[in-house]
């Protein structure tokens, strides 16, 4: 059964449906520019976490260019804690390596019930 039948099937039963976030993982590769996070540009859906995962050598720490979304200091071979993705998403760099830059495309998470 498609998670459309399913949708409609309970909303039609009067049933509250709901879906658990996602999870994106972004890696820092620490190449400079934009190569350095793949992948780059980035696709999440707004509720969905996300998560930086170094796998470099260097500390990095990464932050939206609007300032939503800061990670706080990532050690080589850790990850961020999983952030709600709030926003529509946008440009962020790593605020110690100011020339790794990426891009980040939120979104809207929507259903359509078909009948």
């Known amino acids: 059964m498609t998670v459309l039948r399913v949708i409609a099937l309970g909303a039609a039963l009067g049933l509250t449906l ?29 509720g969905d976490s996300l998560v930086w995962r170094n796998n470099d050598v260097s500390v990095h720490r990464i932050v939206l260019d609007d300032g939503s979304l800061d990670t706080g200091n990532i050690n080589p071979g850790a990850s961020s804690p999983p952030m709600a993705l709030t926003g529509a998403g946008g440009r962020y760099h790593c605020a110690i390596h ?15 019930l078909a009948p």
């Not at 520019?33 to 980035?42: H, I, L, M, R």
């Open 18 to 46: 709901s879906v658990a976030p996602a999870t994106t993982t972004i890696s820092i590769v620490a190449n400079n520019g934009a190569q350095s996070f793949t992948p780059n540009p980035a696709t999440a859906v707004s």
């Open 98 to 112: 100011p020339d790794m830059v990426g891009t980040l495309s939120a979104t809207p998470c929507s259903f359509t």
